[in-house]
């Protein structure tokens, strides 16, 4: 919960009550006594609160401010995303947000920067109070001329998914699932059960690639696991929408050739079942002899053995980003922005198990 939100709940319940107890607000927000004081001290200082033994209690000489921005947001937002089916749950955490107002302008942007930029410019045209962006940019490398595109824009813009290239300060704020961490919990997982020599499948080109893969070598060296796990990118595999003809072949020859006993696959969650036919045929079974965890989890239960899987919240990165762009329309603010990661969560199934 963003503090604004936290805030905005806690004023709400002393306006219904007249006052708030600390206690009483840690139960119901569910976060630390450290974080609702920290809460209660800005609402104080703000003037609106005044402090007392366990909480705090409206100021009688002052009207709550701001309550024009607790009344349902009723313009319209663009929103700039690539064609891809992860992307639904995101417009689906949008919808929440805007039922009870506000309208959603979404444009699709096929993976194209420049024809970003210029439905981002008919966007603004149109009168968008705010955007919400997923750019097609590496996350070390900005394109010419984006921080400049991105300084000119009239509008505020939250940055889903993605994060501004290149590093350093100053960025755009941001909502994105913690990719790192997944990966990172699926290894242990992998390596609690005795895997030592893992390959990875990572295909992608995306931001939310790079921080994939970037968890991957990270959870390789944090869990001592053996420095020859490797990657099979899209130079093994190609880089198309789907696999190339024989590509579940270069996986396998590749797990036999390494002696790897378990598989991760970030992205591509199709193309299991192939892998997994495969897989079969050479006497591989799964997870006698091979174990599986794919990154993502429409389809994964549904395959023969069900797979595990890294389940990113998408509905609530696109809840949190819109709140997020919602918050700087009503209330611009000079602050430093905020960069806000999601953990997904990993569901366990029938495609794990320790190496024979």
């Keep these: 919960m963003l503090a604004a939100e936290r805030r905005a709940r806690i004023l709400s319940r002393a306006q219904q009550d007249g006052a708030v107890r600390i206690t009483a607000l840690v139960d119901d927000l569910g976060v630390s006594h450290v974080t609702i004081r920290r809460d209660l001290d800005s609402l104080v200082a703000d003037q609106i609160l005044e402090k007392v033994r366990g909480g705090a ?6 009207p709550l401010p701001g309550q024009a921005s607790t009344l349902p947001f009723t313009g319209a937002i663009g ?24 309208e959603m302008k979404l444009v699709i942007s096929e993976y194209d920067l420049e024809e970003e930029y210029r439905l981002i ?34 509008v505020p813009v939250v940055f889903v998914e993605r994060e501004t290239p290149g590093g350093g300060l100053g960025s755009a704020p941001s909502v994105r699932s913690a990719h790192e ?27 939310s690639s790079e921080f994939a893969r970037s968890g991957w070598r990270d959870a390789l060296e944090r869990l001592g696991l053996d420095p020859g796990s490797s990657i099979l990118g899209p130079d093994e595999l190609g880089a198309g929408p789907r696999w190339d003809r024989g590509a579940a072949d270069v996986v396998l020859d590749a797990v036999e050739r390494t002696g790897a006993t378990a598989l991760f696959c970030h992205g591509d969650e199709n193309s299991l079942f192939g892998l997994l036919q495969n897989a079969r045929s050479r006497g591989l079974a799964v997870p006698e002899k091979l174990s599986i965890v794919a990154y993502d989890d ?5 395959a023969d053995p069900p797979i595990s899987a890294v389940a990113p919240d998408r509905r609530r990165v696109g809840a949190l980003a819109t709140r997020m762009l919602l918050d700087l329309i009503r209330e611009p603010s000079a602050e430093p922005p905020l960069h806000l990661h999601v953990e997904p969560r990993l569901v366990l199934r029938a495609s794990t198990a320790p190496p024979a």
């Design 298 to 302: 429409d389809v994964s239960a549904h």
């Design 79 to 102: 929103v700039v995303m690539p064609t891809s089916y992860y992307y639904r749950y995101v417009v689906e955490g949008i919808d929440d947000v805007l039922s009870s107002g506000g």
């Design 57 to 62: 209690m409206l100021r009688a000489d002052r």
């Design 181 to 207: 961490r997944g990966v990172f919990a699926a290894l242990q997982h992998l390596a609690n059960l005795g895997h030592r020599r893992l390959l990875m499948v990572s295909r992608g080109s995306s931001q």
């Design 121 to 154: 410019d008919e966007l603004v045209a149109s009168g968008v109070a705010g955007l919400l962006w997923v750019p097609t940019v590496s996350e070390r490398v900005s394109p010419p001329g984006f921080l400049d595109m991105l300084a000119r824009l009239p």
